[in-house]
């Protein structure tokens, strides 16, 4: 009876603490059954640890003080004492067993993918995440086969570079959010394009390497419609702090909606991108085999041809088309109108005849990801992709 009422208050303390605790300390609210479940096991873990923390070291203080030589205290002697034994065995025996049960439960839980209802590929590249909604089978299947978008920091450079003050979701935001529907499985297949990264969103529980040339796949059901923040969890390079992940949870309606209009969307932008860029396979998006492929077999991890892993040049759809001249005019003029460090200078036409001749997409991926002494982007991992474009696109005009 005794030790009843101490579990009940040792709960009742726990739950207390776990709620009044500053929020920044504690795990994230879960949001999904699994992020529960690891909330929970984290709460009981503690528990447990405290309960032994305090067993132990009150043991250990009151030995001390009631026994200390100096009030006279004789040691008792006694050797092999079989039920001190065998209670020093049996108990952390069973301690260790009431923790593993429900942790292995939750882990096989986590890892069970099947039957998912919507498929969404996520791939993270130096430094931001591609999605890919795949064809697969389940509820969904067929609301946003096909939906593909790169997912870029959106946090300005006023911030990152203290002339600003920094927003509450400051690396934290992103110019096209992942979009899921809540009470839905979704499986999340990860990959990179380069290194290693890893896609975590606290809130669900979910934390899942992204490893070049290889799927591996995790899966999450939202509860409740929100907006729910992640980052990259696995260092990934200097702008690893720079490509954060941002879900966005919505009713099925809007769901449906928000897959009709991004289809309806992604087509005539895809055309309008790519024109300047004059290669010839950019209208259609040939995803269709890998996709069908990776929905297939993700139970294992799958090696992935390399082709496949690289078919990264598509266009981010959908955005507007960015003002090359004025990024230009605010960043990368800084060397390229001064020649500075060997950089081209606009305008001079020798200097980019032999550097035109690589191709508008090669100089494409030159100026995003760096090459020699030009830094990825010009050094501002807060420009998108297509503003770099834009901007390389106005700097070879000037400069033909
Ligand atoms: C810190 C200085 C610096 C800034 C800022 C900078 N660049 Fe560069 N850029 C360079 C240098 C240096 C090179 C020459 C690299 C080489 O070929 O060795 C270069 C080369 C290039 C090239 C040619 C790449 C090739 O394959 O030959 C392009 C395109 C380019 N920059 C675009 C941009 C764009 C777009 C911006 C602005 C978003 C920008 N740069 C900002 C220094 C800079
Ligand atoms: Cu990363």
């Known amino acids: 009876m005794k030790r009843q009422a101490f579990g009940a208050a040792m709960s009742a303390l726990l739950a207390g603490a776990a709620t009044s605790v500053r929020a920044d ?9 699994i992020a529960a479940q690891i909330y929970d096991l984290h709460l009981l873990i503690m528990g447990v640890c405290v309960v032994i923390f305090i067993g132990v070291f009150g043991m250990m203080f009151y030995s001390i003080l009631k026994h200390r030589k100096s009030v006279g205290h004789k040691a008792a002697h006694f050797h092999e004492n079989t039920t001190v034994e065998v209670i020093w065995t049996v108990v952390p ?45 389940g509820d969904l299947a067929g609301v946003s086969d096909g939906i593909q978008f790169y997912s870029n920091l959106k946090t300005s450079l006023d911030e990152i570079q203290n002339q600003a003050p920094k927003g509450e979701n400051y690396l934290l935001d992103v110019d096209e959010p992942l979009v899921v529907p809540v009470g839905k499985k979704v499986r999340i297949l990860t990959t990179a394009n380069d290194v290693i990264h890893a ?21 999450f059901k939202v509860d409740q419609p929100g907006t729910y923040r992640g980052q990259c969890a696995e260092l990934c390079g200097k702008e690893h702090g720079f490509m ?8 099925q309606a809007e769901f449906k909606a928000w897959a009709d209009k991004r289809k309806v969307a992604a087509a005539p932008a895809q055309t309008a991108t790519d024109a300047p860029v004059g290669s010839g396979d ?6 269709e085999a890998p996709a069908a492929e990776a929905a297939a077999a993700p139970e294992a991890p799958m090696q992935v041809a390399a082709a496949e892993t690289k078919k990264a040049d598509k266009p981010a759809a959908g955005g507007a088309k960015a003002d090359g001249a004025k990024v230009y005019n605010g960043i990368c003029v800084a060397c390229h109108a001064a020649g500075v460090a060997g950089a081209p200078k606009v305008g ?17 991926e030159h100026a995003i990801k760096g090459i020699r002494a030009m830094p990825a982007k010009g050094g501002n991992p807060a420009l998108s992709d297509d503003e770099v474009k834009a901007a390389v696109d106005y700097m070879v005009a000037q400069s033909k």
Not at 25 to 33: D, E, G, H, I
């Open 199 to 219: 896609f975590w969103v606290p809130a669900f529980g979910v934390k899942q390497d992204a490893i070049p040339g290889f799927i591996r796949d995790t899966w």
């Open 25 to 33: 300390l504690n795990l994230q609210t879960p949001q999904t059954p």
């Open 93 to 137: 025996f069973l301690i260790l067993m009431g923790m593993a049960y429900p942790a292995t439960k939750t882990v096989i839980a986590m890892k069970d993918t099947s039957n998912p209802d919507l498929t969404i590929k996520a791939t993270g590249y130096q430094w931001k995440w591609g999605y890919e909604y795949v064809k697969g089978e």
């Open 282 to 287: 950019a209208a259609a998006m040939p995803t």
């Open 348 to 364: 001079d036409k020798a200097a980019w005849k032999a550097r035109i001749a690589q191709g508008q997409a090669t100089l494409h």
């Open 244 to 251: 954060p992940i941002v879900v966005i949870a919505m009713e």
